[in-house]
């Protein structure tokens, strides 16, 4: 049975029961009473008779109280099973309660610690991966001024290049995920999603990236929405396939080759890149020679 399953316990209603002790005495009635006529008027035939037809009354006396003790013994196990499955749920809620309340601290050592609870409880137990990547998306997305060089910057930074990290490390195999994220606004450092699956697409609007943007040899499944993107240092889209929509209108970025080698291979989807264009091929090409 799944710690997950919906357990019913319906309660035996007594006209079962009764209805099944008519039944028994009824029964035994019935063959007490052919014994009998088959005996005749032999004193010892009778007396077997009798015997025979009381066996017969305690042995369908014996099956519903052998029914009971099983029914009984049946609920007490589905009783232990969701008492167990209510267990774990409590345990799950308390250890994600704690690690999102280490978001919340002052300190970025503890608010690391946070993010790794979280991908242990994900990596540990399935249905909770997309409920603990929004929680992770939502934190990058939360507001951040970048620009400071002060030592709480800088530590905010480290906090979230490490979410970043948990995320991209689990769109690839060994350890996949098949997550969904939403992005959008959120402020990534150095977001390395070499390799990574996006098996829902992935929504990056008006994202800043800080560092290294590297989603080289990855794979949209779904549409890549860019849109308004600010990429303030290295972009890189080389080798990337993508399978749906492609919109990155109005990003910013300083680089002129950051599609090379990428290809479009749903030719009904739709390319919104200022600057390049698709072949017939599938291959994104810039429209002028590269710089």
Partial sequence: ????????????????????????????????VWLLAEAGS??????????????????????IVLFLA?????????????????ADERRLTDLYVKATEHLGSPLAQVRIAGLYALE???????????????VVTAYLRMPFAYGDEDLETQQELHVRRSAGTILTTHLREPEFWGV???????????????GCVFTGGL???????????????????????FVGADFRDTSRFTGV??????????????????FLGATLTNHRAVLDIPG???????TINPDGPAR
């Avoid at 029914?71 to 099973?81: C, I, Y």
Wanted: aromatic share 8%; with cysteine; charged share 25%.
């Fill in 276 to 282: 390049f264009h698709v072949e017939p091929d599938g």
């Fill in 42 to 63: 032999d004193p010892g035939r009778r007396l077997e008779a009798i015997r025979t037809g009381f066996t017969v009354g305690l042995a369908g006396g014996g099956s």
């Fill in 70 to 86: 099983v029914r009984r013994q049946w609920h007490q196990e589905v009783v232990a099973v969701v008492t167990t499955r209510d």
């Fill in 203 to 225: 929504n990056c609007e008006k994202a800043v990236f800080i560092g290294t943007a590297r989603f080289t040899d990855a794979r949209f499944a779904g549409v890549a929405r």
């Fill in 1 to 32: 049975m799944s710690a997950r399953q919906q357990v019913v316990l319906r309660p035996l209603r007594r006209w079962v029961v009764v209805v099944c002790a008519v039944l028994v005495v009824v029964l035994t009635a019935a063959v007490l």
């Fill in 120 to 134: 242990r409880l994900a990596q540990e137990n399935p249905h909770q991966r997309q409920v603990v990547a929004d």
């Fill in 241 to 258: 396939t993508f399978e749906d929509d492609v919109l990155f209108a109005g990003v910013r970025s300083r680089d002129t080759r950051w």
């Fill in 180 to 194: 969904t994220l939403d992005l959008s606004r959120a402020v990534l450092v150095d977001f390395n999603a070499r």
